[in-house]
């Protein structure tokens, strides 16, 4: 079964700390993976997105995610968090060429002072 | 440019009543997508539609049902509302191109059933 798992539903860092969400996802053909973010009572604002070439993908605000075939992951990383990237984010795979993704349960970020 | 947006942002009613949530995407972008987010479920995909026609469909019963105009813009209707019918319920568009789907979303609307 198609299925991503976000296994931390609730992350605290203080600011200028280094971020990593955990990502893995279960999915038959190749992924086309993604990162958004929501703020509350906001949609969502997609991060970065990872398709081919390049397992390192650099994403918007600083964050970068890293595509690992072998361990099905896809982690979200930041190397100094500030107190704005506070809020829920939500890892998504899916098709190529359609919208039909598959999000995780998300992680709830919060930045201490 | 301007981004998705979706009608009305929020939004009560009674169970039985029957609902439609309107979305406007990005100009240019064929594709609209439909998603509803609880806090039990999470986020999960109703439908998507392109150039008029339903390309996909996600679990959910009959009561859910969508459509998409000759300008994109797209409507999705629930019928006989339940209680756990309360919900964000998110549009995203994208353009359909080689390059792969970007989903833009809206902000959504807050559908609450009492």
């Known amino acids: 079964a198609q299925s991503v798992t976000q296994p931390d539903i609730h992350i605290t860092v203080s600011e200028g700390a280094s971020l990593e969400l955990r990502c893995n996802y279960s999915?038959?053909?190749?992924?086309?993976l993604f990162w958004y973010v929501q703020s509350p009572g906001q949609g969502l604002q997609l991060l970065l997105k990872y398709f081919s070439g390049d397992t390192l993908v650099q994403g918007i605000k600083g964050f970068e995610a890293e595509f690992k075939r072998s361990q099905s992951s896809f982690n979200l990383r930041k190397p100094s968090v500030h107190w704005s990237d506070a809020a829920e984010y939500f890892c998504?795979?899916?098709?190529?060429?359609?919208?039909?993704?598959?999000f995780g349960t998300g992680t709830r970020l919060q930045v201490f002072p | 440019k301007a981004g998705v947006t979706q009608t009305p942002r929020y939004l009560i009613k009674t169970r039985g009543q029957q609902v439609t949530l309107s979305c406007s995407p990005i100009?240019?972008?064929?594709?609209v997508s439909w998603y509803q987010q609880t806090p039990g479920q999470g986020l999960q995909f109703l439908f998507e539609y392109f150039s008029e026609t339903q390309r996909n469909k996600g679990n959910f019963p009959g009561r859910f049902s969508g459509r998409q105009f000759s300008n994109s813009r797209s409507e999705m209707n629930v019928s006989t509302l339940e209680l756990g019918d309360s919900a964000l319920y998110l549009c995203?568009?994208?353009?359909?191109?080689?390059?792969?789907?970007?989903?833009?979303f809206g902000p959504g609307t807050r559908l609450t059933v009492l």
């Open positions: 999915y038959g053909a190749t992924p086309y």
């Open positions: 100009s240019g972008h064929r594709s």
């Open positions: 995203a568009s994208s353009l359909v191109d080689r390059l792969g789907n970007e989903q833009f």
């Open positions: 998504a795979v899916g098709p190529f060429n359609t919208d039909k993704l598959i």
